[in-house]
């Protein structure tokens, strides 16, 4: 399928970037503390809920732990995200009532848009995280992604969605003693959840590659009793071979591929959890060193996402083109509306009610092994031609056509590719993305045919091919 100059580069999201860079490699920073005493114990609170202060927290002498700025808003927090479901463990639930997001922020950003200019702008506000307003308290203990840092119109570091968050530290099931190699240190936030996680006999070391982020999240981690985390910017393509091996690696940007360093650095039992692009999405991906060939991987589907793509070395042009603009005044109006397909038409929800989002997300998967360019707009999703002069989009109710130059036969070529491609994802029954089994072959290995499964495709990143099978 893809990747015709094996080019790729991701787009969208939640939590900063990182990765690798030619002027970073030569000359990698680590930004650490030695730990010089044992962290102090964690003390639990007394406001509405058992959570327990992180070993940074430093209690005034004589004042009540329940009134300090930030206590109660972060046992609401826990209760909040236990309520969504998002707490997936005890191990999880303690880690995150542990820490304090708001020690781990000094400023954020909220978005603008100028719908007469059509434009887009980030508003800075400042934050004094030692004197914290209840209304700065309510934003940042509540589920939301909080912009941190920003180039121009686009973001380029963030704190993620608690809820989110909490899902992935789940899906990582570190544990106490483990080693945790994580890329995108961002606030270091996460990096003191994962410290809380692996506890004092454990490892935690993030590489990050903006200096000026990683100095601000040392510090963090410093203020809140975490001078043990390693924090390294530096290029997170070759890994942290020093403090190798890791049980587990995980990834807080959008990865466009693994890095081969990443699987070497793996302990044999430990895995990988990386959002990896797939099209219109970053779905999380577990992955394990193959046992046969350690030089490969294999991962299932095992959750969702949406990040900021990485930086440096595995930064690619993106083979679906979702990063590239619409050509001007190509999707004001539809140039011709189809009735949706009857493969597309969504079976009986016999009880469970889907959410958008989470119905077409089993085709997008389809597409992204199956089609060259992708488009999502504010209808819908779907396919575009060579040179974006023609796009068709699903939406709930139709499929919708837009051409810039009027060429209806083109546009119907188009929708004939599209209902082809849902009629063939129907006959497979409908897969899901965790149907699938994704291995990971180096580029310069070439794989036996014959040993395929009958139903594979083929994604070509920059150092994998990823094989695609359907068993």
């Known amino acids: ?51 327990q202060t992180p070993a940074g927290d430093r209690k005034v002498e004589g004042e009540a732990l329940s009134t300090r700025p930030g206590d109660q808003e972060r046992a609401d927090y826990v209760m909040h995200l236990e309520s969504l479901g998002a707490l997936g463990s005890d191990a999880v639930r303690q880690a995150i009532a542990a820490v304090r997001r708001h020690r781990f922020l000094e400023a954020w950003y909220h978005m603008k848009i100028d719908e007469k200019q059509n434009s887009l702008s980030f508003v800075r506000h400042v934050f004094d995280r030692d004197h914290p307003t209840p209304e700065d308290l309510e934003e940042i203990y509540s589920n939301r992604a909080l912009v941190t840092a920003v180039d121009g119109w686009l973001a380029k570091s963030s704190t993620s969605q608690p809820d989110l968050i909490a899902e992935m530290l789940t899906l990582l099931d570190a544990r106490q003693g483990h080693s945790v190699l994580e890329i995108g240190t961002g606030t ?8 809380e996680l692996v506890g004092s006999d454990g490892k935690v070391c993030s590489i990050e590659i903006q200096e000026d982020v990683a100095a601000l999240a040392r510090r ?51 895995f990988m959890l990386l959002p990896l692009r797939h099209g219109l999405g970053d779905p999380l991906i577990r992955i394990e060193r193959d046992p046969e060939d350690p030089n490969c991987g294999i991962g299932r589907v095992i959750g969702y996402a949406s990040f900021m793509p ?10 679906w083109g979702t990063s590239i603009s619409t050509a001007r005044g190509l999707l004001e109006s539809p140039v011709r509306t189809y009735p949706l397909p ?9 009880g469970v009610n ?23 707009q504010g209808i819908g999703f779907g396919i575009a031609e060579s040179a974006l002069k023609t796009v068709v989009l ?63 495709w083929f994604v070509d990143r920059l150092q994998y091919l990823e094989i695609v099978e359907l068993p």
């Open 1 to 51: 399928m893809l990747g015709h100059d094996g080019q790729a580069k991701l787009v969208d999201a939640q939590a900063t970037r990182a990765g690798s860079s030619a002027e970073c490699r030569g000359s990698p920073v680590e930004i650490r503390r030695p730990a010089t005493s044992s962290r102090p114990a964690a003390t639990t609170m007394s406001a509405g809920d058992d959570v």
């Open 188 to 195: 270091g936030y996460n990096a003191a959840l994962l410290r």
């Open 220 to 270: 963090h981690l410093d203020d809140e009793g975490y001078p043990d985390v390693a924090v390294l910017a530096r290029d997170a393509y070759r890994g942290a071979a020093e403090e190798a091996p890791f049980d587990r690696i995980v990834a807080t940007v959008g990865c466009s591929d693994i890095s081969p360093y990443w699987l070497n650095q793996l302990k044999p039992d430990g």
């Open 310 to 319: 990485i930086e440096g070395e595995l930064r690619w042009r993106d083979p």
């Open 342 to 350: 009857e493969s597309l038409v969504p079976p009986a929800s016999g």
């Open 354 to 376: 889907l959410t958008e989002t989470q119905r077409w997300r089993p085709f997008q998967f389809f597409l992204s092994l199956t089609a060259q360019l992708l488009r999502r």
């Open 394 to 456: 699903v939406s709930d109710a139709a499929v919708h056509g837009y051409s810039l130059d009027g060429h209806v036969r083109s546009l119907d070529n188009l929708h004939d590719r599209l209902v082809y491609l849902a009629e063939a994802w129907d006959d497979l029954g409908r897969p899901n993305p965790e149907d699938y089994v994704l291995r990971f072959v180096p580029r310069a290995e070439i794989p036996d045919l014959d040993t395929l499964p009958k139903r594979y």
